[in-house]
């Protein structure tokens, strides 16, 4: 009954920064546990960060700590991904998820957004 949608990928230099937005509609859609997720071409989608619906524990992966934060706003139902000091190797497909409990495991979210690309240029 969730419906997610992101915004806000598109092109950026090496060194930059973007911040990328879900907003999720549909019913008991702030129970959930959301998360960002990314995948490229030939590799597994990769698990970015995730925060419960109280905001309280935040989860990112390791490439990521320190250079993007993960914002949920309850208000508007609105998930948020701050990203910056942006690398190559970050270029891919960033997608939102929701779930019932904080994972890294994509297999453990119901709920999928459709995706938004994130390419960084040298």
């Known amino acids: 009954q969730v419906q997610l949608v992101e915004s806000g990928g598109g092109l950026v230099q090496a060194g930059g920064s973007l911040d990328l937005s879900c907003e999720a509609s549909?019913?008991?859609?702030?129970?959930?546990?959301m998360a960002w997720f990314r995948q490229t071409p030939g590799k597994e989608r990769e698990f970015v960060a995730a925060?419960?619906?109280?905001?309280?524990?935040?989860h990112y992966v390791d490439s990521a700590s320190g250079r993007f934060t993960i914002l949920r706003d309850t208000a508007v139902n609105t998930l948020l991904l701050q990203m910056s000091s942006l690398k190559p190797e970050d270029t891919a497909v960033y997608y939102c998820?929701?779930?019932?409990?904080?994972?890294?495991?994509?297999?453990?979210?119901?709920?999928w957004g459709q995706g938004t690309q994130v390419t960084v240029s040298s």
């Open positions: 925060v419960r619906r109280t905001g309280g524990g935040r």
């Open positions: 549909g019913r008991t859609s702030n129970d959930y546990t």
């Open positions: 998820a929701a779930g019932a409990v904080l994972s890294v495991q994509a297999s453990d979210y119901d709920t």
